[in-house]
C-alpha cells in the first residue's frame, strides 16, 4: 500500500506539495556551509564527517562537494520510506552504476543522469525520468502530476537576490508548488531558509538550466524521455 503522501491523485487538481520532507545536506555540519561556498573554508575540516558514512576524512573532503544529487535522493528515499542508506552508502550504488566517473588528479564526472535513473530504479524501486530538455511549464506540470524533481539550478539560488552568473550546475528537490510558488530543499542551503525553500516561478527560473530528472513515488511511472550523458555536480 502506498502511504498518503504518495498515492494517485485524479482529476486535474495540482498534486499538493510532498510534506513531511526532511532536509539532507550534502555537507556534514550545515552550519558550515556558507564558509564553504564563501570563505573559501576546506570542506575537508569538517568534525562531523564521520556521519556522512564516508569511509575517510580524505574522501569526505574529495567526494562531498559532489554530493547534492546523493542528498535530493536521500530526502526523496527519507521521505517514502522514512529510512535511508547514508550518502555515502548511496554514493558507492550511484558509481557502481556508473552515475559517477573518477577520472584521477581530483576530477570527478557526474552526476551522470541516465545511469543515476538507472540506479535508482534497479537499486531503490524509485522510478527516474531524464529530461535532457525541461522548460519551466513541464516542471511545473510534473509537480501538479505528483513528482519530485532533482532540477539542475546555479548554485547561487541559495542567495536568490543575486543574479546567477550561470543556469544550472547543481541540483535541488522540487518538492511541489502551490500557485506561484516552488518549493523545494538545497542540500547546500547555507541558512535554513535557504535550505527549505520556495521561490516564484519566474524567480526560480532565472536559475533553472532547463534539464534535470522526475522522481515517481507512486504505482508507475512516466514514460521516460530520450537520455544522454547529461550531467550536474
Not at 186 to 192: F, K, L, Q, Y
Request: with cysteine.
Amino acid at each position: 500500500m502506498l502511504p498518503p503522501c504518495c498515492a494517485d491523485t485524479t482529476g486535474t487538481a495540482p498534486r499538493p506539495v510532498h510534506a513531511p520532507v526532511p532536509v539532507v545536506t550534502q555537507y556534514a555540519t550545515p552550519e558550515l556551509i556558507g564558509r564553504v561556498a564563501y570563505d573559501g573554508h576546506d570542506p575537508a575540516d569538517d568534525p562531523a564527517w564521520k556521519t556522512s558514512g564516508a569511509p575517510s576524512q580524505s574522501a569526505y573532503g574529495r567526494w562531498c562537494r559532489h554530493l547534492c544529487g546523493i542528498a535530493c535522493l536521500r530526502m526523496a528515499l527519507l521521505h517514502r520510506d522514512g529510512q535511508a542508506p547514508n550518502l555515502f552508502q548511496l554514493l558507492a550504488g550511484a558509481r557502481h552504476h556508473g552515475a559517477y566517473i573518477d577520472q584521477g588528479g581530483g576530477t570527478i564526472k557526474g552526476l551522470i543522469y541516465a545511469p543515476f535513473a538507472e540506479y535508482t530504479r534497479d537499486s531503490h524501486g524509485l522510478p527516474a525520468t531524464v529530461h535532457r530538455e525541461l522548460e519551466m511549464g513541464e516542471l511545473v506540470d510534473l509537480l501538479d502530476a505528483g513528482h519530485m524533481v532533482m532540477a539542475s539550478v546555479s548554485k547561487e539560488i541559495r542567495r536568490p537576490e543575486h543574479e546567477p552568473a550561470r543556469r544550472g550546475g547543481h541540483l535541488v528537490l522540487v518538492i511541489g508548488r502551490e500557485g506561484d510558488l516552488i518549493h523545494f530543499r538545497n542540500p547546500s542551503g547555507h541558512t535554513p531558509h535557504a535550505r527549505q525553500a520556495s521561490l516564484a516561478v519566474d524567480r526560480f527560473d532565472a536559475f533553472f538550466g532547463g534539464r534535470g530528472l522526475s522522481l515517481y513515488l507512486g504505482s508507475s511511472p512516466v514514460r521516460r524521455s530520450a537520455s544522454a550523458q547529461v550531467e550536474d555536480r
